[in-house]
T-cell receptor
Framework: GQNIDQPTEMTATEGAIVQINCTYQ??????LFWYQQHAGEAPTFLSY????GLEEKGRFSSFLSRSKGYSYLLLKELQMKDSASYLC???????????FGRGTSLIVHP | SAVISQKPSRDICQRGTSLTIQCQVD?????MFWYRQQPGQSLTLIAT?????????ESGFVIDKFPISRPNLTFSTLTVSNMSPEDSSIYLC????????????FGPGTRLTVL
C-alpha cells in the first residue's frame, strides 16, 4: 500500500512564498504529481516529477527527493487566486494510476 | 488537453434510488476513470472504465453498487445504485493515457446529495 502525507491547511500572505510538503511511503516509485483544485472545480495538473531535483514553471516549482520520499510545491509571489487545495499524487508499483493524498488547503490573505 | 463534460452537475436524490452520471470527452481517449471525492477527503478511484469490456474496480467498490458503461472511446456512465446518505459526494470523471506519459484531465464533477 501507499501512505501519502500532506498538511491539512496552510495560510499565507499575498506576495509571499509558501512551500507545501508531501511525504510518501511506497514501493516501486514511478513519479509524483501535483494538482491544484479550486473549490467546486475539477483538479488541474501543475507538475510531474520523476527524477530528483527542482522543476520550475513560472511562479510554481516542484521538488523531489526519492531517497527521502519527499516532495514540495513552492509557490512564489502569491496571489489571492492561488487559494485552493493542492493535491500530491504518487505513481508506484507498476500502476498507471496515481494515488492521491488528502490535499492541502491553502488560504491566501491580503 | 481533453475537454470533459459531465451531466448532471449536481443532484439531490432520495435514499434507495439510483442516479446515472454521464461523462463526455471531446476526443477519443484510451483510459477513462471514475473518482469519488467526499467532503474534506482526497480523490478515491472507484474504477477504470474499459471500452468494450467490464470496468476494473478498486478495492471496496463493486459493480452492483457502481455499474459503469463505456460504449466507445469518448463516453462513459457511472450509476450510483440504491443510494444512501453515505454516497453523498462529488463524482469525477477523468481521462488520461496513464502513467508518466501524461497527466490526467478531470471533468467538472457531479455533486450528489442523498437525503
Amino acid at each position: 500500500g501507499q501512505n501519502i502525507d500532506q498538511p491539512t491547511e496552510m495560510t499565507a500572505t499575498e506576495g509571499a512564498i509558501v512551500q507545501i510538503n508531501c511525504t510518501y511511503q511506497t514501493s516501486g516509485f514511478n513519479g509524483l504529481f501535483w494538482y491544484q483544485q479550486h473549490a467546486g472545480e475539477a483538479p488541474t495538473f501543475l507538475s510531474y516529477n520523476v527524477l530528483d531535483g527542482l522543476e520550475e514553471k513560472g511562479r510554481f516549482s516542484s521538488f523531489l527527493s526519492r531517497s527521502k520520499g519527499y516532495s514540495y510545491l513552492l509557490l512564489k509571489e502569491l496571489q489571492m487566486k492561488d487559494s485552493a487545495s493542492y493535491l500530491c499524487a504518487v505513481l508506484s508499483g507498476g500502476s498507471y494510476i496515481p494515488t492521491f493524498g488528502r490535499g492541502t488547503s491553502l488560504i491566501v490573505h491580503p | 488537453s481533453a475537454v470533459i463534460s459531465q451531466k448532471p452537475s449536481r443532484d439531490i436524490c432520495q435514499r434507495g434510488t439510483s442516479l446515472t452520471i454521464q461523462c463526455q470527452v471531446d476526443s477519443q481517449v484510451t483510459m477513462m476513470f471514475w473518482y469519488r471525492q467526499q467532503p474534506g477527503q482526497s480523490l478515491t478511484l472507484i474504477a477504470t472504465a474499459n471500452q468494450g469490456s467490464e470496468a476494473t474496480y478498486e478495492s471496496g467498490f463493486v459493480i452492483d453498487k457502481f455499474p459503469i458503461s463505456r460504449p466507445n472511446l469518448t463516453f462513459s456512465t457511472l450509476t450510483v445504485s440504491n443510494m444512501s446518505p453515505e454516497d453523498s459526494s462529488i463524482y469525477l470523471c477523468s481521462v488520461g493515457e496513464g502513467g508518466s506519459s501524461g497527466e490526467q484531465f478531470f471533468g467538472p464533477g457531479t455533486r450528489l446529495t442523498v437525503l
